[in-house]
């Protein structure tokens, strides 16, 4: 009798056990964006972000566009959030065949930046009197150690300092959502 129970008791942890590990990689696997945010996942080149609930949101290039006789192939794809709905204001990230290199100046001040997720990337700053521009650029190494290794990955935020300003700390979530889905 004290077996029976030890081994039902044996059985019964275990089980829990289980149950607990399968919906803890569950919670790992599944990505929710904060409140107020929705997520956009690019299926071609398999990366995703969030973005504001209250922005337009355009996802181009994401099917798999070959070479045909009539057309060349499309190497590129990206996930274009407008900025309070401004299509002059935006963030677009952007997967590539290849590698990707931003039309940064040089002298350009360069920082280390990393998402969420724990992606890497250079980060590029550029300003004029009524603009910023700024560039992350991906670490290719290490998008290859994630899987992607024929792929590059970038952000480039063209817009005026005025919405840059009032939209700083929301662009800034933006780029810190960037996650490869796996």
């Given at each position: 009798?004290?077996?029976?129970?030890?081994?039902?008791?044996?059985?019964?942890?275990?089980?829990?056990?289980?149950?607990?590990?399968?919906?803890?990689?569950?919670?790992?696997?599944?990505?929710?964006?904060?409140?107020?945010?929705?997520?956009?996942?690019?299926?071609?080149?398999?990366?995703?972000v969030?973005?504001?609930?209250?922005?337009?949101?355009?996802?181009?290039?994401?099917?798999?566009?070959?070479?045909?006789?009539?057309?060349?192939?499309?190497?590129?794809?990206?996930?274009?959030?407008?900025?309070?709905?401004?299509?002059?204001?935006?963030?677009?990230?952007?997967?590539?065949?290849?590698?990707?290199?931003?039309?940064?100046?040089?002298?350009?001040?360069?920082?280390?930046?990393?998402?969420?997720?724990?992606?890497?990337?250079?980060?590029?700053?550029?300003?004029?009197?009524?603009?910023?521009?700024?560039?992350?650029?991906?670490?290719?190494?290490?998008?290859?150690?994630?899987?992607?290794?024929?792929?590059?990955?970038?952000?480039?935020?063209?817009?005026?300092?005025?919405?840059?300003?009032?939209?700083?700390?929301?662009?800034?979530?933006?780029?810190q959502?960037?996650r490869?889905?796996?």
């Open positions: 009798m004290l077996r029976v129970r030890f081994s039902a008791h044996v059985l019964m942890l275990f089980a829990c056990i289980l149950i607990a590990g399968c919906q803890s990689e569950n919670k790992e696997a599944a990505h929710s964006p904060p409140p107020k945010f929705v997520a956009y996942d690019n299926p071609r080149f398999n990366f995703g969030d973005a504001p609930d209250n922005w337009e949101v355009e996802i181009e290039g994401a099917e798999n566009y070959e070479a045909t006789d009539s057309r060349e192939a499309i190497p590129d794809s990206s996930i274009r959030i407008f900025v309070e709905n401004l299509p002059e204001e935006r963030v677009m990230i952007i997967g590539q065949l290849g590698t990707l290199n931003m039309p940064v100046a040089a002298g350009s001040p360069a920082e280390e930046f990393v998402t969420r997720s724990g992606l890497k990337a250079t980060k590029y700053t550029e300003s004029t009197a009524d603009d910023v521009m700024i560039y992350y650029v991906f670490d290719h190494d290490q998008l290859a150690d994630e899987g992607y290794n024929t792929r590059g990955l970038a952000v480039s935020i063209l817009m005026s300092k005025k919405v840059y300003d009032r939209n700083k700390e929301t662009i800034e979530q933006i780029v959502s960037i490869i889905n796996k």
